[in-house]
């Protein structure tokens, strides 16, 4: 087995690393006033609201019905009265569909209907509940579980790899998950395995978090085919083909998918979502979001889907100082948002507020072609040739560099001496390609 993967950067070296500031803050549970709950927040077509304004709603109610075949059920994540069925600003350029509903702080729900064991449940029904409940990839891509679990035709699985490995700063949602649920982790694995008919599961930790590996090796000790497998602490060793590749030793080839290669990847979160539905009937409404950075006291919370930034970020004692920069998730991957007006959504791992110092950008200067971003780059591309194709706006080098394989992780930027904007250049080029392919 491998012990790391290729490139990749250490922030831990760094002191803004950030992960002290709440990896012993536990889990607490809050909830909103209101909650604004985007219908399109996952990778398909938006969702169809089926509630009107003025209507009464239980916690766990279907309140938008899916589309297409990535589409994914919505359901209220709080009981009370919907207040709006309007197009709200999130995350995206453009206002996108959204139900807004006052919390009544009832917690009225609707029914559950518990499928029954691990042992008593069949592959097919766990497929249903997982899509019936609105799972979806809760470490970022947001894309339905139940498709993810609906192997095509002369393909087969034969792991099921669940990524605890949390490599970006300043996040500990799923730290704090792994360290006080172990036991949902390991049934929802366990759930996985039989989905997939897969006879071998591995559960992937850093080495930065070994309370972690303590508590998931004893909620899985009278399964011997279950491995708790801890890796050296690195960036980026979430993303799926890192961890593929370090844990198998397979790399996944050029435009194609971890099933190419027989491995399934589920993050920590949504594999106790998973659990949640088989065992519990549970819809997913409700996630562990980590707000850190500049707050008076940095926590990992037990938020309803649809909560707004400036909710939970009051319950994490307020901003300390003056705001500067907001970001929802950490600081490598995430997106700035506008205000904290936006809504946690299913895949919201975290809120990072930066202060000035924090915020400050240094100016970009000229490539001195060092080579650090092509060392860093878990891909093996080469992102300063991207950055001189997008300046010129030769979308066709670009593709033929490779920018479509690009993951967006970051350790491109982070690694330049001279502050080059290589990964917003290595997402434009993305995005132009595309636009340029569909035409």
Not at 55 to 62: A, D, S
Not at 174 to 182: A, F, G, Q, W
Request: charged fraction near 20%; proline fraction near 7%.
């Amino acid at each position: 087995m491998r012990s790391t993967f290729r490139g990749g950067i250490h922030p831990l070296a760094r002191a803004h690393e950030g992960k002290p500031l709440s990896s012993e803050a536990e889990i607490r549970a809050i909830s909103p006033k209101i909650v604004v709950i985007p219908v399109g927040m996952h990778l398909g077509a938006p969702s169809t609201p089926c509630v009107k304004k003025g209507e009464r709603v239980l916690m766990g109610q279907l309140i938008a019905t899916p589309n297409g075949f990535l589409g994914v059920p919505v359901h209220s994540s709080v009981s009370g009265t919907v207040i709006g069925v309007d197009p709200a600003q999130q995350l995206k350029g453009h206002p996108e569909p959204c139900i807004a509903i006052e919390n009544d702080g009832l917690d009225e729900s609707v029914p559950f209907a518990p499928l029954g064991t691990v042992e008593s449940v069949g592959p097919d029904a766990i497929i249903e509940a997982i899509k019936n409940a609105g799972v979806v990839g809760m470490g970022g891509a947001a894309f339905p579980t139940a498709v993810k679990l609906m192997i095509p035709e002369g393909k087969k699985a034969d792991i099921v790899i669940i990524n605890g490995a949390e490599c970006e700063p300043y996040l500990t949602c799923d730290h704090r998950l792994m360290i006080e649920e172990p036991e949902r982790i390991v049934s929802g694995l366990r759930l996985l395995m039989k989905a997939a008919r897969v006879d071998r599961g591995v559960i992937a930790v850093e080495s930065n978090k070994p309370g972690c590996a303590v508590t998931l090796k004893k909620a899985a000790r009278d399964y011997p085919q279950i491995e708790v497998r801890v890796l050296p602490t690195k960036y980026p060793q979430g993303g799926e083909k890192q961890l593929i590749n370090v844990i198998t030793g397979r790399q996944i080839p050029q435009k194609k998918l971890p099933i190419d290669v027989g491995a399934l990847v589920f993050n920590v979160q949504t594999t106790a979502a998973v659990a949640d539905a088989v065992l519990l009937g549970k819809p997913l409404y409700e996630r562990i979001t980590t707000v850190t950075g500049a707050v008076n006291q940095p926590q990992n919370l037990r938020v309803r889907v649809g909560t707004l930034f400036s909710e939970a970020i009051e319950a994490a004692g307020g901003y300390r100082g003056e705001p500067k920069k907001l970001i929802a998730g950490g600081p490598m991957t995430g997106f700035c948002c506008r205000d904290d007006m936006v809504s946690i959504t299913k895949a919201g791992g975290g809120i990072l507020v930066y202060d000035e110092r924090m915020a400050r950008v240094a100016e970009e200067g000229a490539c001195i072609r060092c080579g650090k971003c092509v060392c860093a780059c878990p891909i093996g591309l080469s992102p300063y040739q991207i950055k001189f194709d997008v300046d010129k706006k030769n979308w066709d080098l670009a593709e033929k560099h490779n920018a479509m394989d690009c993951i967006a992780c970051g350790a491109c930027s982070y690694s330049c001496p001279a502050g080059r904007y290589l990964t917003a250049a290595c997402k434009i080029a993305k995005e132009m390609i595309s636009a340029k392919n569909k035409r």
